[in-house]
C-alpha cells in the first residue's frame, strides 16, 4: 500500500517493522513511500479436550491429582519468539533491510531481543512496547514520526 506522504517514506533503505504479541506477528518492510505486508506469524493456542492430560498419584499416605490444560506462558512466549526472530533474520536477509522498528508487549520484549541475532540488534533504531498487532500500519508510522520529532 502507498504511504500517505505526511509519513515517513523510507527513501534512503528499507525498513522492517516487526509487530508482535504473545502468540501472533505481522512484518511489514516499508521502503521508497510504500508499505507491505511481508509476513504474518502465528502460533495457536493449543485446544485440549476434556480432562486430556490429566493424572493422578497414590502413595503411601498421600493423594495427588492434577491436570495440564495449558502450556506454560512462558514457554508459549519463548517458542513463538524464536520463530519471530529466525523470521525477522529472513527479511533482513532476503529484502536488504537497513533499518527496524520493533512493536512489542514489554512482556515479551525481554525474550525477543534474547532470540535476535546481533547483527539485527544494530540495526534496531526504535522499540515501542504495547501490544500493536491489530494496530493499523499507518498509526504505527505515525509513532515513528512522532517520536523522530
Do not use: C, W
Not at 14 to 26: S, W
Not at 90 to 98: A, I, S
Request: no cysteine; glycine share 8%; charged share 25%.
Amino acid at each position: 500500500m502507498k504511504i500517505q506522504m505526511q509519513l515517513p517514506q523510507f527513501n534512503h533503505e528499507p525498513a522492517l517493522l516487526i509487530v508482535t504479541a504473545k502468540q501472533h506477528g505481522v512484518f511489514y518492510i516499508a521502503h521508497e513511500g510504500v508499505l507491505d505486508k511481508a509476513s504474518v506469524l502465528e502460533e495457536p493456542t493449543k485446544k485440549y479436550s476434556d480432562r486430556e492430560g490429566f493424572f493422578s498419584s497414590f502413595g503411601t499416605g498421600y493423594t495427588a491429582s492434577g491436570s495440564v490444560y495449558e502450556e506454560n506462558k512462558q514457554e508459549v512466549i519463548r517458542k513463538f519468539s524464536k520463530m519471530a526472530a529466525a523470521e525477522a533474520e529472513r527479511l533482513v536477509r532476503e529484502r536488504g533491510v537497513g533499518a527496524i522498528y520493533l512493536f512489542v508487549p514489554d512482556y515479551v520484549s525481554g525474550e525477543f531481543n534474547r532470540d535476535l541475532p546481533g547483527s539485527l540488534k544494530g540495526l534496531i533504531r526504535e522499540t515501542f512496547t504495547g501490544n500493536y498487532v491489530d494496530e493499523h500500519p499507518f498509526k504505527l508510522l505515525e509513532k515513528i514520526q512522532a517520536k523522530k520529532i
